[in-house]
């Protein structure tokens, strides 16, 4: 069987190509007639003067499908072109912006790491097709968006990078890793650089709310520790659920803080790694073991998966390629199938922690053979 595969390896991968190709297309029009969680509404408000932060606190909930607004200024300051059409337009206009990243992501990181033609058409069908990316364009979620410009750092050090990446903070639970990784490199130039994006579109936002700066500053962690988001398969929600779900979301602000300091811990293991896919990879895990996520924001699994094609003979990548694998194809219907998240979610997070540490223990250990 491997022998045919291999000589019929351009027949394989024009049929891979069709398939593809079909499920891509579903994929799109399942989201140009979905796409709840695309933050139009609240980048509307904002851009009518409205705060939408104090709107949603104070009456506890929000207006318009799952729209939530739990993000930070500058997105929904970004936002101000979808805000110029209707609903049915705007989100039609995501789902496309969300097709470019689909399509860029892969070809930009195969290019960057000289991952083989034929390789890079394989990963580019695998990201197109993987659960993932197939639901952040159904729910035109803003998981591509943060991959993408989380990325940046690693394609190539610059200034202009540096500050791009500053976008992808606009998802708290996401974006805070490349601030941490900055520090803890001791790189406080780039740090200062990619707060810009933040700083710029917290000004915007409160000056043209006429908000209280100070107030607005806070105001988007306040609402989001309101909302007690959590799911069940990261540290932060194993811990809130057992220990802080009955307590004030003051209380969820100090556990937010521990989860930083344990991933400082973390991110320090990787800090001297060379290769720089291997280290993007690594911090790109950080949020899914750390803070609450769904199944798209398993995107940030993709690094993993390049990494793996980048030398798939050895042990340690095959394992990442199975890992990554499942997530991508296996996951929510094995969860979905067994239903008892409350063991099932804990040991995936175990097992996404052992990868974690697998990976640096090999590459520790040819630095030793060198």
């Known amino acids: 069987?491997?022998?045919?595969?291999?000589?019929?390896?351009?027949?394989?991968?024009?049929?891979?190509?069709?398939?593809?190709?079909?499920?891509?297309?579903?994929?799109?029009?399942?989201?140009?007639?979905?796409?709840?969680?695309?933050?139009?509404?609240?980048?509307?408000?904002?851009?009518?003067?409205?705060?939408?932060?104090?709107?949603?606190?104070?009456?506890?909930?929000?207006?318009?499908?799952?729209?939530?607004?739990?993000?930070?200024h500058g997105l929904h300051v970004i936002l101000f072109p979808y805000t110029l059409f209707e609903w049915e337009i705007a989100r039609s206009m995501w789902v496309f912006t969300n097709v470019i990243f689909a399509i860029s992501i892969p070809l930009m990181l195969c290019r960057k790491f000289n991952i083989s033609k034929y390789k890079s058409i394989i990963i580019l069908l695998i990201f197109m097709t993987c659960y993932p990316t197939r639901m952040t364009i159904n729910y035109g979620q803003q998981s591509l968006f943060v991959l993408f410009f989380l990325i940046l750092p690693f394609i190539q050090k610059s200034n202009l990078f540096s500050f791009l990446s500053g976008l992808s903070i606009f998802k708290y639970s996401t974006g805070y890793v490349i601030f941490l990784y900055f520090l803890i490199k001791k790189e406080y130039k780039n740090f200062f650089i990619a707060t810009l994006p933040y700083i710029f579109g917290w000004i915007v936002y409160f000056t043209y709310t006429k908000s209280d700066p100070i107030v607005n500053f806070f105001e988007p962690l306040k609402w989001i520790l309101q909302t007690g988001y959590a799911r069940d398969g990261d540290?932060?929600?194993?811990?809130?659920?057992?220990?802080?779900?009955?307590?004030?979301?003051?209380?969820?602000?100090?556990?937010?803080?521990f989860m930083f300091s344990l991933n400082i811990f973390f991110i320090i293991k990787v800090k001297k790694i060379e290769n720089d896919l291997l280290l993007m990879s690594l911090i790109c895990l950080c949020p899914l073991i750390f803070f609450p996520h769904s199944n798209y924001d398993y995107v940030l699994l993709f690094p993993l998966l390049v990494y793996s094609f980048s030398n798939f003979n050895l042990l340690i990548n095959k394992i990442n390629f199975y890992f990554v694998i499942y997530y991508f194809y296996v996951n929510r219907l094995i969860k979905h199938l067994l239903d008892i998240d409350y063991i099932y979610q804990p040991l995936m997070l175990i097992l996404t922690i052992v990868i974690y540490f697998l990976n640096i223990i090999n590459y520790e250990k040819k630095l030793i053979n060198r």
């Open 1 to 72: 069987m491997k022998n045919f595969l291999y000589r019929e390896k351009n027949k394989f991968l024009i049929f891979l190509i069709l398939i593809s190709a079909i499920s891509f297309l579903d994929t799109i029009g399942n989201g140009l007639i979905n796409g709840c969680d695309f933050q139009w509404q609240p980048a509307k408000l904002f851009w009518g003067g409205i705060n939408h932060y104090e709107k949603f606190l104070n009456q506890g909930n929000y207006d318009f499908l799952c729209q939530g607004g739990q993000y930070a």
């Open 235 to 257: 540290i932060y929600s194993i811990l809130n659920h057992y220990f802080f779900s009955n307590l004030d979301y003051f209380y969820r602000f100090f556990l937010a803080l």
